[in-house]
């Protein structure tokens, strides 16, 4: 995803388009599923499908507002066009994490203990990042300090994350950790090239954030300024592709864990609401 890999030259209209299409689909579906899923009763031993539809309806969340932004969209009305990557870097970059996250609490635990450690291990991160942001504040962090300590025990006194390494558990009890795999063990597990993931990775970072790759190659009236040019197009192009490659992947897995969701997936006809308006 270098300067030279895509520009206007490689991507034909046509291409962007279909492109475009297919990320349409792909979003309609999850869209559709998710909102097929509602809220259930599941049984204690089935908390690991509760929790995956919660980060099932972010990635959606951030798949509807990333496809909004992409110019020519039914999703988005705007009287003109910006063409920056950075109109859907971060939304790509959320979406390809929080896939791996979604894999990773959707599968099945082998165990009672094993999801228990998953579900506190992501507790913990969560309540250390709630202490730091009350680092400040008179009194605000005593609730999350007493929340650490209580999930502190229970990750100690678990016989599954007795198990893992000590480097691990040490991680994991600081609250460094929202997993117990590493993403590289993750990315490993799905089959995926973990330097490709970094590439992309960090490539979208630069356009989430205003670092250097964003503007040292700004062009007056082109790349960099909104307007169009060849290098964003085929950009964002490529984020597409890549976008959809991994909705599609996570509402697989929806569907998996909820079988009688499938039906729901008709392509640009699938229905939920809020919803675009059909193009004519």
Known sequence: MTDGDVTHADISKEDFYLALRSLDIAVSEAKAVSQAVGVRYMEENEAYKAWSTYIFMRICVNAGIMIGNVPGSRWG???YELW???LVAPYVRAIIEARLLFYYISKKPTSENEWRAKLN?????DCIKRLELMA???GGGEFYEEQREQISERLINNEYFNTLDAGTRK???A??????QTRDEILSELGE??????VYFDFLSHYTHILPMSYYRAEPNGRGTGCFNDVDFGYIWLAMKVATEALSHCTDIMCELFPDTQKSRKGLKSKFSPS????K
Request: aromatic share 4%.
């Open 136 to 138: 400040d504040s008179d």
């Open 77 to 79: 009305k705007r009287d």
């Open 171 to 173: 991680r994991c009890l």
């Open 84 to 86: 920056d990557l950075s």
């Open 193 to 198: 090239d973990i330097k490709e993931f970094k």
């Open 121 to 125: 291990v992501m507790h913990m991160n």
């Open 175 to 180: 609250g460094k950790a929202m997993m117990l």
């Open 276 to 279: 675009p308006k059909q193009r």
